[in-house]
């Protein structure tokens, strides 16, 4: 079940919009890094957390308290997915189209004609094919999902945690074997089409070749061997598309004390034309 907290009614201008989208691994571990990330960063009106690790009465009142509206949709110990605004938001839906996976994974609001759809992937690798099967019809779900806002010509964003590596160039060399589920050749298939429904893969529109990276594994070094795979994205309808302006990967975060493994995507949209 989600849970929605509203927090008071904030003034709203034809403004550029930023959001962003971050696994942040635990929310109640890291919940101070979340609000002095969100201190730090003003003009971010959206931030999509993933593997939020809690139900939803467990979620920190904290960010309610300070006047954020959140919507969060738990579960316990495990997965879920919370979207914290600084802007009255409405959920428009919970769980995808046709994907049985009782697991909370997909939370989506509109806010200000703006639709952010924030989701958290299987990953893949657990549970022999079954496990990875789950991953392939969360993908389908998307497909079709995207397929229904893209005929309302909804202005909108899929973002988060995709466990996908796209391309090759989307991960360090010997980061993972050709047979890990964030690379097998039906996975990076699989996003392909969700793309050839008409969306736009933000970083690359912007960012055509060269590594980017959004997380990097607790072992081995791998942040300080830059040692990373670019797996949390933000694909883009053409509405939202047409106003992309950037894209920032916040690298610092990931060598902060007790941080997650992964770091905050950040997007622009220039405002809306009149």
């Known amino acids: 079940m989600w ?9 709203v201008s034809n403004t ?3 959001f962003a989208t971050w696994n942040i691994n635990s929310i109640r571990a890291r919940a101070h890094l979340v609000h002095d990330w969100l201190d730090r960063n003003p003009d971010c ?10 139900e939803e ?4 009142t904290s960010f309610a308290e300070a006047g954020f509206h959140v919507a969060i949709l738990g579960q316990k110990a495990y997965n879920g997915v919370a979207i914290i605004s600084r802007r009255p938001l409405t959920v428009t839906m919970t769980g995808l189209p046709g994907v049985t996976d009782p697991s909370s994974r997909y939370i989506e609001v509109e806010c200000d ?11 893949g690798n657990s549970g022999g094919e079954e496990g990875y099967a789950r991953k392939l019809a969360f993908f389908d779900g998307l497909t079709e ?9 909804t202005c909108f964003a899929f973002i988060g945690d995709y466990n996908v590596c796209p391309t090759d160039e989307d991960l360090a060399p010997k980061a993972l074997s050709a047979s890990d589920a964030l690379v097998r050749p039906e996975t990076r298939a699989a996003f392909r089409r969700l793309l050839w429904t008409g969306l736009t893969d933000g970083l690359r529109a912007l960012h055509p070749t060269g590594p980017y990276y959004t997380f990097w594994d607790y072992q081995s070094a791998a942040f300080q061997r830059n040692s990373g795979l670019r797996i949390d994205h933000a694909l883009l309808s053409p509405r939202a598309a047409e106003r992309l302006t950037s894209i ?11 941080c997650s493994d992964h770091v905050p995507v950040i997007i622009e949209l220039a405002a809306r034309s009149t």
């Open 3 to 11: 849970h929605q907290l509203f927090i008071g009614i904030n003034p």
């Open 16 to 18: 550029p919009l930023r």
């Open 45 to 54: 009106t959206l931030l999509a957390l993933q593997e939020i690790k809690c």
């Open 57 to 60: 009465h467990q979620f920190p």
């Open 113 to 123: 004609g703006f639709t952010l759809g924030n989701l958290y992937l299987p990953n």
């Open 145 to 153: 999902r995207a397929r229904t806002l893209l005929s309302t010509h």
């Open 248 to 258: 920032t990967i916040d690298r610092d975060e990931r060598a902060r004390e007790k």
